[in-house]
């Protein structure tokens, strides 16, 4: 009897264990269809566009570019070293495995091997770049408000510590 358990459990591990494996590889082709290797590009030619911009903010003069130049290309350098396609692509998976079932992810599938689908994917990097487009220009017009307001916290924290 305890043999016919055993073998009964070890069959249900296996059958767990190929059912797993067959979703994780529904994962990947889902990353595949929807281009997830090539929107980090994407999301890093805009960030790099960012960090360009960053100088600005700085007020890096012009004799200060070129080290200003140097140090963002190393930090940029060192994002893309530490969160490559390459390294993201097992957590990324994971991820999905643990928030969709088999059957959501097949009905992904779908949808992006879809016209529609397809299209979306091709259009998502010009909708992202205009979203961060978008939230850059809105976050310009209340700067000078948050900078009030860190200064105004700055102040009285001084105040308080001094009195402390």
């Known amino acids: 009897m305890k043999k016919i ?9 296996s ?3 190929v059912a797993q494996e067959s979703k994780r590889e529904s994962v990947e082709e889902l990353l595949r269809a929807t281009q997830a290797d090539s929107m980090i590009d ?7 566009q960012m960090l360009a911009n960053m100088g600005d903010q700085f ?20 994002m893309k070293e530490h969160m490559s396609w390459e390294k993201m692509k097992g957590p990324m998976i994971d991820i999905y495995l643990k928030h969709y079932t088999e059957k959501e992810i097949q009905d992904m599938l779908r949808f992006y091997k879809s016209e529609s689908g397809r ?6 990097p010009a909708v ?19 900078r009030s307001i860190s200064e105004e916290l700055k102040k009285e924290l001084q105040e308080k510590r001094a009195s402390q």
């Open 5 to 13: 358990m055993l073998l009964v459990l070890g069959f249900l591990i």
């Open 15 to 17: 059958t767990a264990s």
């Open 42 to 48: 994407s999301m890093y030619d805009q960030m790099d």
């Open 59 to 78: 007020g890096i003069k012009p004799s200060e570019q070129q080290l200003f130049d140097s140090y963002m290309k190393n930090i940029f350098d060192s």
């Open 119 to 124: 299209s979306m994917v091709n259009k998502m």
């Open 128 to 146: 992202i770049g205009d979203s961060i487009k978008l939230s850059q220009e809105m976050m310009q017009s209340f700067l000078p408000e948050i």
